[in-house]
């Protein structure tokens, strides 16, 4: 099944400034996934990325706040933008892969953000 | 909207003993449903992946069983040890490849 690299592993950001996180995967995808984990919750998908088209966000997450870019069929970047001690939570990127006969999802190892 | 509950929240278990955790989901109209291990502060591991059309899965100790007429699976995992101890999570996909995700089950497994 694919791998994925994400980075950063963590980081500690000032109110109002951005970060971008990474996605890199071993095998060429069509759809990447990313979700946000606020403490003590359970996962929640921002949106979907295909390569070449905008990004598909789900309700309560908008472009200018989350914005996506997917240019090729093996990365992505997740930037969270003019950041809040709302947005300390954990993101994580996602994939479809092939598992015998069936598709499942891999993931990411997670980037754990603190806002300050 | 697609709900997904787990039960219970957290479980503790002296090691050696069976695990049972239980994952419900409101529509049954789902593609298949995957159990994810969570270590604190990091991301999920897939432990078992079961098609909508199976009953069942099973890999090594872990068993899983998914009934979606009712909207239910069950992940069993046989004689516990300390290192099982982590947030297990049910996750259901649908047709448009997205998953929902219950709250999880924490466990402790103690020595």
């Known amino acids: 099944s694919a791998v994925i690299s994400q980075k950063p592993s963590r980081d500690i950001c000032q109110r109002g400034t951005s970060l971008t996180i990474q996605c890199q995967v071993d095998?060429?995808?069509?759809?990447m996934f990313w979700y946000r984990q606020q403490p003590g919750q359970s996962l929640t998908l921002i949106a979907t990325?295909?390569?070449?088209?905008?990004?598909?966000?789900e309700s309560g997450f908008v472009i200018d706040k989350f914005p996506i870019s997917r240019p090729n069929l093996t990365f992505s970047t997740l930037t969270v933008s003019n950041m809040s001690p709302e947005d300390s939570s954990i993101y994580l990127c996602?994939?479809?892969?092939?598992?015998?006969?069936?598709?499942?999802?891999?993931f990411g190892s997670g980037t754990r953000l603190t806002v300050v | 909207k697609q709900e997904v509950t787990q039960i219970p929240a957290a479980l503790s278990v002296p090691e050696g003993e069976n695990l049972v955790l239980n994952c419900s989901f409101t529509d049954s109209a789902i593609y298949n449903l995957q159990w994810f291990r969570q270590d604190p502060g990091k991301g999920l591991t897939s432990l078992l992946l079961?098609?909508?059309?199976?009953r069942e899965q099973t890999s090594g100790r872990l068993n899983a069983s998914l009934d979606k007429s009712s909207g239910r699976s069950t992940l069993y995992i046989a004689a516990s040890q300390p290192g099982d101890s982590a947030t297990y999570l049910c996750a259901v996909s649908r047709y448009d490849y997205k998953l929902s995700f219950g709250a999880g089950t924490t466990v402790t497994v103690r020595a």
């Open positions: 079961i098609q909508s059309s199976q």
């Open positions: 996602s994939v479809e892969v092939p598992e015998a006969f069936n598709y499942g999802y891999t």
């Open positions: 990325a295909n390569q070449g088209s905008e990004a598909t966000y």
């Open positions: 095998s060429q995808v069509t759809m």
